[in-house]
């Protein structure tokens, strides 16, 4: 065999990445960037609009005003949209001096001015994520009235809110959550913004799920269709007509047709090239709150 076939590739299944897993988040959120997830929704699922964004600034629109300018960058964004909720990028050189000295000091004001119109959020973009959106919290109630909800703990005023977009993953969002309660932070002070981890470290392994044949039908007959690999018995696959059941209250998938066809929760959405049941995204919506 000659070297030049030594790689194969089959990764172009993955290329719908961007549009099936924004779909897959738009099920039980609606911020999103991506207009490929949206798209995907309005031609599938009957979703005229799926998700939606607001207003942020990126790097380059505020380090283009250069650095003794940096609050005039700041302050040109509040201007150019002085309704609504408006996300700034703050840390293109000091973070938390732009925190302390323009959010808590040069811009107090603007932000006060904003308060029945909109939400101005501040996003951090680098350093530990655990440690850098604690502390960002804690600058800001320096210079701003918080107030403690009913379970005790510290909410900054809702004209003011924090996005933590930086090497944010499943982990590193229960890491952060847990740092905040542990200083007395409550959840709602920060919205979390995610990129290729939210896709590219999330796959079909993450929670063992796979599609795989389980039986065929051959001259009338029903035959089970199973792997059993003796290298990785964790790849054993399901055999037989499949049914899914509640049993004392647990999800239970009843193999080799043993589960009552009554009880079934499996709808049957496509067979022999037929589509049988159509889903709109709000009925997945619906699903997904039970």
Same mark, same amino acid.
């Given at each position: 065999?000659?070297?030049?076939?030594?790689?194969?590739?089959?990764?172009?299944?993955?290329?719908?990445?961007?549009?099936?897993?924004?779909?897959?988040?738009?099920?039980?959120?609606?911020?999103?960037?991506?207009?490929?997830?949206?798209?995907?929704?309005?031609?599938?699922?009957?979703?005229?609009?799926?998700?939606?964004?607001?207003?942020?600034?990126?790097?380059?629109?505020?380090?283009?005003?250069?650095?003794?300018?940096?609050?005039?960058?700041?302050?040109?964004?509040?201007?150019?949209?002085?309704?609504?909720?408006?996300?700034?990028?703050? $840390?293109?050189?000091?973070?938390?001096?732009? *925190?302390?000295?323009?959010? /808590? !000091?040069? %811009?107090? #004001?603007? +932000? =006060?001015?904003?308060?029945?119109?909109?939400?101005?959020?501040?996003?951090?973009?680098?350093?530990?994520?655990?440690?850098?959106?604690?502390?960002?919290?804690?600058?800001?109630?320096?210079?701003?009235?918080?107030?403690?909800?009913?379970?005790?703990?510290?909410?900054?005023?809702?004209?003011?809110?924090?996005?933590?977009?930086?090497?944010?993953?499943?982990?590193?969002?229960?890491?952060?959550?847990?740092?905040?309660? $542990?200083?007395?932070?409550?959840?709602?002070? *920060?919205?979390?913004?995610? /990129? !290729?981890? %939210?896709? #590219?470290? +999330? =796959?079909?392994?993450?929670?063992?799920?796979?599609?795989?044949?389980?039986?065929?039908?051959?001259?009338?007959?029903?035959?089970?269709?199973?792997?059993?690999?003796?290298?990785?018995?964790?790849?054993?696959?399901?055999?037989?007509?499949?049914?899914?059941?509640?049993?004392?209250?647990?999800?239970?998938?009843?193999?080799?047709?043993?589960?009552?066809?009554?009880?079934?929760?499996?709808?049957?959405?496509?067979?022999?090239?037929?589509?049988?049941?159509?889903?709109?995204?709000?009925?997945?919506?619906?699903?997904?709150?039970?």
């Amino acid at each position: 065999m000659m070297l030049s076939s030594f790689l194969h590739v089959r990764h172009f299944r993955f290329l719908q990445s961007a549009a099936i897993g924004d779909a897959a988040h738009l099920v039980n959120f609606r911020g999103t960037d991506t207009v490929a997830g949206i798209r995907l929704c309005q031609k599938y699922y009957s979703c005229p609009m799926a998700g939606y964004s607001v207003p942020a600034a990126e790097h380059s629109t505020i380090t283009s005003w250069d650095k003794d300018h940096e609050a005039d960058a700041y302050r040109n964004i509040l201007e150019q949209y002085p309704v609504g909720t408006v996300s700034v990028v703050s $840390d293109s050189y000091d973070l938390y001096d732009s *925190v302390e000295r323009i959010w /808590g !000091g040069e %811009l107090k #004001q603007l +932000v =006060h001015k904003r308060a029945d119109h909109g939400c101005v959020v501040i996003r951090p973009d680098s350093g530990d994520p655990i440690e850098v959106t604690v502390k960002v919290l804690e600058l800001l109630s320096k210079h701003y009235p918080c107030l403690v909800n009913s379970k005790g703990y510290k909410v900054l005023p809702s004209y003011l809110r924090v996005i933590q977009g930086d090497g944010v993953s499943y982990d590193t969002m229960r890491e952060i959550l847990k740092a905040m309660k $542990d200083r007395g932070w409550s959840a709602e002070n *920060v919205s979390f913004g995610a /990129g !290729g981890a %939210l896709l #590219q470290r +999330v =796959h079909r392994d993450t929670l063992k799920c796979a599609f795989k044949c389980s039986a065929v039908i051959v001259d009338g007959k029903m035959r089970s269709v199973y792997k059993e690999p003796v290298t990785d018995k964790e790849k054993t696959s399901k055999k037989g007509k499949l049914s899914l059941h509640v049993v004392n209250g647990l999800y239970k998938t009843m193999q080799g047709g043993l589960g009552d066809p009554k009880s079934d929760l499996l709808v049957t959405v496509f067979e022999n090239g037929h589509l049988l049941k159509e889903y709109s995204l709000d009925d997945i919506r619906m699903n997904a709150t039970v």
